[in-house]
């Protein structure tokens, strides 16, 4: 790779920086939103070098008799043919940025471990209860009280397919950090037929009776009364309460 091209290749990966991080969300299909101004900080910068390279390269004289005096030698400042490939990231940064995780990933992923309370808060008298599904598993599994029982419960995520059982998943995909460690929280739905897979919906219904609710053994899961797709939020790897409906 010739010094112009590696020059072409920091305008590019700063350029594709700015587009995913500043001039739109892509960045949030692969890092959480805290981590935005450290990309924009990285383009910036890449943008700059690559200027600066430019700018050098082309304030420089040109080569002269003495600068090819190692003319039978070998030049080995120039970079192996396989660095050519770090175009593509930084191409598809601009032009073909790869899709947000779904379905196929959280049917991969680790699942997320849901943390143990020491106690519950009342739940408001809303009605359908809006819930994160981190929330709602917590309630059937650890809530002695047993506060969901018979409650309309209304959440939102996209749909997983069961896989051979049959049926589907309502899922969220949450970061920690990146996509690198991203974990999976998923209630069984019950009902009506899967969505397409991918398909972002708001789902309400009852809890499902499997299990004694309030322990371990109660299933996560929802006897759906009613979906309806929705559009992808913006940040879509946390794992948020859903609008109450209007």
Request: aromatic share 6%.
């Amino acid at each position: 790779m010739k010094r112009h091209a590696q020059v072409l290749l920091l305008v590019l990966t700063g350029l594709g920086l700015l587009h995913a991080a500043l001039f739109s969300d892509l960045c949030l299909r692969y890092v959480k939103e805290g981590l935005r101004p450290l990309l924009i900080a990285s383009g910036v910068l890449l943008l700059l070098l690559g200027v600066a390279g430019a700018a050098l390269d082309r304030a420089a004289p040109e080569a002269g008799p003495h600068a090819h005096a190692h003319a039978h030698g070998h030049d080995h400042s120039a970079a192996p043919r396989i660095a050519w490939l770090l175009f593509l990231p930084a191409l598809s940064l601009l032009l073909y940025a790869p899709p947000a995780l779904g379905a196929y990933t959280a049917s991969h992923a680790n699942s997320k471990a849901v943390p143990k309370e020491q106690r519950f808060d009342p739940l408001p008298a809303t009605v359908p209860l809006p819930m994160t599904l981190t929330d709602f598993t917590a309630r059937v599994q650890q809530d002695r009280e047993q506060a969901v029982r018979g409650r309309s419960i209304r959440m939102t995520g996209f749909v997983t397919p069961a896989g051979r059982a049959g049926g589907w998943y309502l899922t969220r995909i949450i970061f920690t950090c990146c996509a690198a460690d991203s974990q999976s929280v998923k209630v069984r739905m019950y009902g009506p037929p899967a969505l397409p897979a991918n398909t972002w919906v708001a789902v309400t219904g009852t809890w499902h009776p499997t299990g004694a609710l309030g322990t371990k053994s109660a299933t996560a899961a929802l006897d759906v009364h009613r979906t309806e797709p929705i559009s992808p939020p913006v940040n879509a790897y946390t794992d948020d309460l859903p609008l109450t409906p209007s």
